[in-house]
């Protein structure tokens, strides 16, 4: 996932990701408490370290209002089927050039992608 604000990138692995699907579309954390993920359980302390990521990252926000959703179809098999343990990583390596404007912050001469030096 591509955060274009920031220029960040995070990556998840693909329990990572099957959670972060989950927990996106309105699952509560506490049905993914004790569901397998490979060979493991996912366990509250895990999940509830995961969540404080996502937040922390800008990638999940409390809605506590909202209703909470069922299981995704499919969620379990694909939960069963991954290899990796819950996890994202943030990559930032490339953000000073995901955040150049291509259109404006460009030096015509050069092209894509020398950024024009600040005076």
Do not use: N
């Not at 999940?47 to 069922?70: H, M, T, V, Y």
């Not at 912050?105 to 950024?115: D, H, S, T």
Request: aromatic residues 6%.
């Amino acid at each position: 996932m591509l955060d274009l604000a920031s220029g960040k990138y995070f990556g998840f692995s693909d329990t990572g990701s099957r959670i972060w699907q989950a927990l996106s579309s309105g699952v509560a954390a506490p049905a993914l408490v004790g569901l397998s993920a490979g060979t493991a359980t996912i366990g509250l302390a895990e999940l509830e370290s995961f969540i404080a990521q996502l937040i922390d990252f800008g990638l999940l926000a409390a809605a506590p209002d909202a209703p909470a959703q069922p299981l995704p179809g499919g969620l379990l098999a694909e939960l069963a089927a991954s290899r990796e343990p819950l996890k994202v990583d943030v990559h930032d390596d490339l953000a000073d050039l995901i955040m150049v404007d291509p259109i404006h912050e460009v030096e015509e001469p050069l092209g894509w992608p020398a950024v024009k030096q600040a005076l």
